[in-house]
Nanobody, 119 residues
Framework: VQLQASEGGLVQSGGSLRLSCAAS????????MGWYRQAPGKQRDLVAT???????AYADSVKGRFTISRDNAKNTVDLQMNNLKPDDTAVYYC??????????????WGQGTQVTVSS
């Protein structure tokens, strides 16, 4: 099983960017999915999560600006980021709780993608 995230990028303050992440491999089921981010010198923090049923949760710092969504048929999770700020600059990681074909649940992470917001 692997998670493959799309490339991030460089965007000006106030701009928008969309990240996508696809899970592939021997997947039986996917539970929660989400996005985390890690700025230089800081710990990895939660950005947003979404349950299989579509319930969402966001960090206070991104509420009203970011939207998480998923497609259960395609095993994908997206993060639409609007009104980006320089403080959003970080490496973004997608996450998924996945049961493989042998019905064992585990946490999986994408490779990380850099998002840089210039002022």
């Amino acid at each position: 099983v692997q998670l493959q995230a799309s490339e991030g990028g460089l965007v000006q303050s106030g701009g928008s960017l969309r990240l996508s992440c696809a899970a592939s491999g021997s997947i039986f089921n996917i539970g929660g999915m989400g996005w985390y981010r890690q700025a230089p010198g800081k710990q990895r923090d939660l950005v947003a999560t979404i349950s299989r049923g579509g319930n969402t949760a966001y960090a206070d710092s991104v509420k009203g600006r970011f939207t998480i969504s998923r497609d259960n048929a395609k095993n994908t999770v997206d993060l639409q980021m609007n009104n980006l700020k320089p403080d959003d600059t970080a490496v973004y990681y997608c996450y998924a709780r996945i049961a493989t074909a042998d019905r064992i649940w585990d946490d999986y992470w994408g490779q990380g993608t850099q998002v840089t917001v210039s002022s």
